[in-house]
């Protein structure tokens, strides 16, 4: 992740964490679970203000939480009440541990031509047939946005970014933004299993 972004979040942790906690994500969590099988190892990759983290520990999943901004990860830790590890995508080392992965937009982040090497760490993350989320800001290439760098896809040119790393899509749909007054924005959601 660029360092510009890990900055902004470590300055506005506190807005970020207010601005994100309570949007609704209920629709996705729930098509993503609905291929992983209860208790299952998930991994939280970039997870923000730990508000899915907790939504799948109160699901009974097991669950593994990091992300970049060692801001995010105190208030996120407090939240869900147990460790966050402070990671990077490039830093992560796991080797078959997990049943599934989510990512929501915590990806869009990392430079678009970093994605194919993270991704092909996610893969090996997993265990066999894992199963794997992603969301991007619904796009085409590199977007800056206030102060923060994306990295933009569409229903399109995700496939091969999941593709060309060992995985099958299961599901990609286009999705608005749940947070009040982002009605206009637009998301791209994957589901991916390991081959």
């Known amino acids: 992740?660029?360092?510009?972004?890990?900055?902004?979040?470590?300055?506005n942790a506190d807005?970020?964490?207010?601005?994100?906690?309570?949007?609704?994500?209920?629709?996705?969590?729930?098509?993503?679970?609905?291929?992983?099988?209860?208790?299952?190892?998930?991994?939280?990759?970039?997870?923000?203000?730990?508000?899915?983290?907790?939504?799948f520990q109160d699901a009974g999943y097991e669950v593994t939480a990091f992300d970049a901004s060692?801001?995010?990860?105190?208030?996120?830790?407090?939240?869900?009440?147990?460790e966050v590890l402070n990671l990077r995508f490039e830093d992560m080392a796991f080797d078959s541990e997990f049943d599934a992965i989510w990512a929501c937009a915590s990806l869009l982040h990392v430079p678009v031509d970093e994605l194919p090497e993270i991704m092909k760490k996610m893969n090996k993350a997993l265990k066999n047939n894992g199963i794997m989320y992603a969301s991007f800001k619904y796009g085409d290439g590199t977007k800056m946005r206030g102060d923060r760098k994306f990295s933009d896809f569409n229903e399109k040119s995700v496939v091969p970014l999941f593709?060309?790393?060992?995985f099958t899509i299961l599901v990609n749909e286009i999705s608005t933004d749940c947070r009040p007054?982002?009605?206009?924005?637009?998301?791209?959601?994957?589901?991916?299993?390991?081959e």
Do not use: Q, T
């Open 181 to 194: 007054g982002r009605d206009d924005e637009k998301w791209i959601n994957v589901i991916a299993k390991r």
């Open 15 to 55: 807005a970020f964490f207010e601005g994100s906690v309570g949007a609704d994500m209920s629709y996705m969590r729930d098509k993503f679970i609905s291929y992983v099988p209860a208790g299952s190892s998930i991994l939280d990759a970039g997870c923000g203000s730990g508000r899915d983290s907790k939504a």
């Open 1 to 11: 992740m660029n360092d510009v972004n890990v900055e902004y979040y470590n300055e």
């Open 163 to 166: 593709e060309n790393a060992g």
């Open 70 to 82: 060692s801001e995010m990860c105190k208030r996120a830790a407090e939240h869900i009440g147990k």
